[in-house]
């Protein structure tokens, strides 16, 4: 096992509170500018994370990383705590598949009907929505 001073910290928030909380060996996070991984003793950080997965590698090397699907929110890292406020945050055993697949199909016919009618702004809502589901499909698929 490695030592405290070797592991993060790791806490995700959602708008109804803390939904996360474990040590880890590493965090790899989709930030507005790309992927990042954050190990421990990295230097002090704030970026904006976009819609996404989080992907958490537990303090021991033989448990499951887990995976959080997030909607976008900030990371903040200092002194191997890694604070994650997202907007909207579920792990990857708590998604009900069958829920996100019909919120896929849903977004897709309203990608549809904005299309035909010429609706940027609910072309704009519709592809957010697509891309919400389809993350949510993925970081589910992760946890299987």
């Keep these: 096992m490695a030592k405290k001073h070797e592991l993060l910290q790791v806490n995700i928030y959602a708008p109804e509170g803390l939904i996360y909380t474990h040590y880890s060996r590493g965090v790899v996070v989709k930030t507005t500018d790309g992927e990042m991984t954050i190990l421990p003793n990295h230097i002090p950080v704030i ?32 002194d191997n705590v890694v604070e994650i406020t997202a907007t909207y945050a579920i792990r990857s055993r708590d998604i009900d598949e069958g829920k ?24 704009r809502r519709a592809r957010i929505a697509l891309s919400r589901a389809i993350n949510k499909i993925n970081v589910r698929a992760k946890n299987i």
């Design 47 to 78: 970026t904006s994370l976009t819609v996404g997965s989080i992907k958490v590698s537990r303090r021991k090397e033989s448990m499951a990383d887990n995976y959080i699907a997030i909607n976008g929110g900030i990371l903040e890292m200092h």
């Design 100 to 123: 996100a697949l019909i919120e896929k199909q849903q977004a897709e016919a309203e990608l549809e009907t904005a299309l035909s009618n010429n609706d940027t702004v609910a072309h």
